[in-house]
């Protein structure tokens, strides 16, 4: 099956503070890529959609300023927390879609603001 | 109202049973719905997809869906202490046929505990 990356899998980092979280697909290419965002306990909530060589569509809610992402390539996209804070802090999960109908999810990553 | 919705559970079943996880949805539009099973710390899986009404099939694993009571379930036969996880319900308004299911509403998830 299809593959995506994410790098990295953890990370610590002090408030005030920017962190880049990439998200590859490594045996396909991937015209649409997700992110989300889950906390302890709940469920995944979509951040934003993003295709590439666009800009990225947010949900409701969602800061762009302060979460940005790019997708310049058809095998990367970045989600960059800007001035990130403590409240910032959750596991932040990428999706890819390419030729099929699936979204695979890459391994996520985890983000720890002090 | 939520838009997806499931009981958080925890659903507490013995190896070898039936584990029965339900999810219903508000939009009347959405077309295509999910199956994902979420271990602790790891990102979600697919089990299985279903878009008509009625039993799909794999394995020991059932998908069933009504559209006309906007219900979806997934049945567990013969369960294993390693089904033992989240079980997140998704929709999406996109149905197959395109290139891509778009995006997917979760549900909060089902935690399911499969004891020897």
């Known amino acids: 099956g299809a593959v995506v990356s994410q790098h990295p899998s953890r990370v610590i980092c002090k408030s005030g503070t920017s962190v880049k979280i990439e998200c590859r697909s490594l045996?396909?290419?991937?015209?649409?890529m997700f992110w989300y965002r889950q906390f302890p306990k709940q469920s995944l909530m979509l951040m934003a959609t993003?295709?590439?060589?666009?800009?990225?569509?947010?949900e409701q809610g969602v800061e762009k300023d302060k979460f940005l992402i790019n997708h310049a390539s058809l095998t990367l996209s970045t989600l960059t927390v800007t001035s990130a804070h403590p409240e910032d802090s959750s596991f932040y999960i990428c999706?890819?879609?390419?030729?099929?109908?699936?979204?695979?999810f890459g391994p996520g990553t985890r983000l720890t603001v002090t | 109202q939520k838009e997806v919705e499931q009981n958080s559970g925890p659903l507490s079943v013995p190896e070898g049973a039936i584990a029965s996880l339900n999810c219903t949805y508000s939009d009347r539009g959405s077309q295509s719905f999910f199956w994902y099973r979420q271990y602790s710390g790891k990102s979600p899986e697919l089990i299985m997809f279903?878009?008509?009404?009625g039993d799909k099939e794999d394995g020991r694993f059932t998908a069933q869906l009504n559209k006309a009571s906007q219900y979806v379930s997934l049945l567990i036969r013969d369960s294993q202490p390693s089904d033992s996880a989240t079980y997140l319900c998704?929709?999406?308004?996109?149905?197959?046929?395109?290139?891509?299911?778009?995006?997917?509403?979760f549900g909060q998830g089902t935690i399911l505990t499969v004891h020897p």
């Open positions: 998704a929709v999406s308004p996109m149905r197959a046929g395109g290139t891509s299911y778009g995006k997917l509403t």
């Open positions: 993003s295709n590439e060589g666009s800009k990225a569509t947010y």
């Open positions: 045996d396909f290419q991937a015209t649409t």
């Open positions: 279903i878009y008509s009404n």
């Open positions: 999706s890819a879609t390419g030729d099929t109908y699936e979204q695979y």
